[in-house]
C-alpha cells in the first residue's frame, strides 16, 4: 500500500493562492490611483493651476495688521510666501488677518507667604484668515489656526515679560508657517 498522490491538491492550491495575489494586486493599483496624497514641499502645480506652487503662494498680498504679535505672524508667514523675495506687484489673492492672544499662567507653587506664584505660562496665538480673490473681491477660503507656546516666569519683572516676548516670537513663527501651510491646502482644494 502507498500513500495517495498529493500533487493535484497542492496545484489547485497553489492556483487559488496566485488569483488571490494578482487580485490583491489589483486592488491596490485602483486604491492607489485614487490617492490625492502629493510631497509637502513639492513645486508642482497646485491643482489645474499653471504656475508652480511656489509662485501660487508668492501672488497672495498680506494685508497689514495692528499689533506687535500679530505683525510678527505676518512677517513669518510674508517670508515663507515669497521666500525673501519682493511682494507681488499684482497680486491674484489677497488675505487678511486676525490675530489674538491669551496669555495663560499654567502652574503654581506654594511659597511661604501663603501667596500662590505662577512659575509657568502659556502664549496661544490663534489667526483667523480670509484668503479672497483680488480681481473679484470673491472669498476662496477662510479658516482658524492656533498654536500655544509655553514660557519660565521668573519672578523678575523685566525677566518674565521678556520670556512672554520670547514665547510669542515663537509661536508666531510656527503659526506662520502653519498659515503657509493651511494656504497651500485651500488653493489646491480651490483648483479642484
Do not use: W
Not at 22 to 51: E, M, Q
Request: aromatic share 6%; charged share 15%.
Amino acid at each position: 500500500m502507498s500513500l495517495p498522490d498529493a500533487e493535484p491538491s497542492h496545484r489547485a492550491g497553489s492556483a487559488f493562492l496566485r488569483r488571490l495575489a494578482i487580485a490583491g494586486a489589483a486592488a491596490s493599483a485602483l486604491l492607489a490611483a485614487g490617492c490625492t496624497v502629493r510631497p509637502l514641499y513639492s513645486d508642482a502645480p497646485l491643482g489645474n493651476s499653471t504656475v508652480s506652487a511656489r509662485a501660487e503662494l508668492a501672488s497672495i498680498a498680506v494685508k497689514p495688521v495692528s499689533s506687535r504679535y500679530a505683525q510678527q505672524v505676518r512677517n513669518n508667514l510674508i517670508f515663507g510666501l515669497y521666500g525673501g523675495a519682493q511682494a507681488p506687484a499684482a497680486p491674484t489673492y489677497s488675505l487678511a488677518l486676525n490675530v489674538s492672544e491669551l496669555v495663560q499662567s499654567a502652574a503654581t507653587i506654594q511659597v511661604t507667604t501663603d501667596v500662590d506664584q505662577p512659575t509657568a505660562g502659556t502664549v496661544t496665538l490663534t489667526a483667523a484668515y480670509t484668503l479672497t480673490d483680488a480681481q473679484t473681491g470673491k472669498t476662496v477660503a477662510a479658516g482658524t489656526r492656533s498654536i500655544s507656546s509655553s514660557y519660565d516666569k521668573p519672578s523678575q519683572e523685566f525677566a518674565n515679560y521678556r520670556a512672554q516676548i520670547d514665547a510669542e516670537n515663537r509661536a508666531a513663527r510656527e503659526l506662520g508657517e502653519v498659515l503657509r501651510l493651511a494656504l497651500a491646502q485651500d488653493l489646491a482644494k480651490k483648483a479642484r
